[in-house]
């Protein structure tokens, strides 16, 4: 089975760094999604972590400790466009489908 | 680009009704899904299919029904719609055989049913 969680809301100022925190508890893990959503629009993948460690890509990274089973999403120089709904899934072996955590959604305020 | 398209984007539908929603995808993929996100609940997995004709179960499948006649396309039926069905419902597909391939989401369809 699995257990995801994610806190449900955080607020930071534009131009500042904030950590999002994912902590999952699963069977056969298999690899760890980030997802970004604004209000009204589908999913859009952010990052996928297998392996310990911090995956940077632009002014998004996202950090994996397997035997913590915790993840955490940084996003750095925020923009009012990162207002959003940032969803934590884990991949589990032999399974084809993703599992989610509740999301946290971000409110980048000026 | 991975291409996912819902055929609506609001349905209002009374209860009782049977109603259908369509997905295609433009990236020959093998997985297809369909969930439904509602406030703190998150996304959850009501069936997925893996291939043509074959179809699994999710976490909330009660009250649904889905069917795969072609790869591009699944389809996501309600029997007899009822006002829990209420929500947005997003179907998503991805290539199999890649632990690694990441979901590629429609833009949701919001359902009512009153």
């Known amino acids: 089975g699995q257990n995801i969680d994610q806190p449900t809301e955080m607020t930071a100022t534009e131009g500042a760094i904030v950590q999002i925190n994912c902590t999952y508890q699963t069977s056969g893990f298999n690899g760890l999604f980030w997802y970004q959503q604004h209000a009204g629009e589908a999913p859009t993948f952010l990052s996928y972590n297998v392996l310990d460690g911090l995956e940077e890509k632009g002014r998004f990274s996202s950090f994996l400790s397997r035997s913590k089973g915790y993840s955490y999403l940084l996003l750095k120089e925020l923009q009012m466009k990162d207002s959003a709904s940032y969803l934590c899934a884990v991949s589990e072996e032999g399974a084809n489908n993703l599992f989610f955590g509740t999301g946290t959604r971000l409110t980048v305020i000026p | ?114």
């Open chain 2, 1 to 114: 680009d991975v291409k996912v398209t819902q055929s609506s984007r609001y349905l209002v539908k009374r209860t009782g009704e049977k109603v259908f929603l369509e997905c295609v995808q433009d990236m020959d993929h093998e997985n297809m899904f369909w969930y439904r996100q509602d406030p703190g609940l998150g996304l959850r997995l009501i069936y997925f299919s893996y291939d043509v004709k074959m179809k699994e179960k999710g976490d909330i499948p009660e009250g649904y029904s889905v069917s795969r006649e072609k790869k591009e396309r699944f389809s996501l039926i309600l029997e007899s719609a009822s006002t829990n069905q209420t929500s947005m419902y997003l179907c998503a597909s991805s290539r199999q055989g890649s632990y690694n391939s990441p979901l590629h989401f429609g833009n949701g369809t919001r359902l009512t049913v009153t």
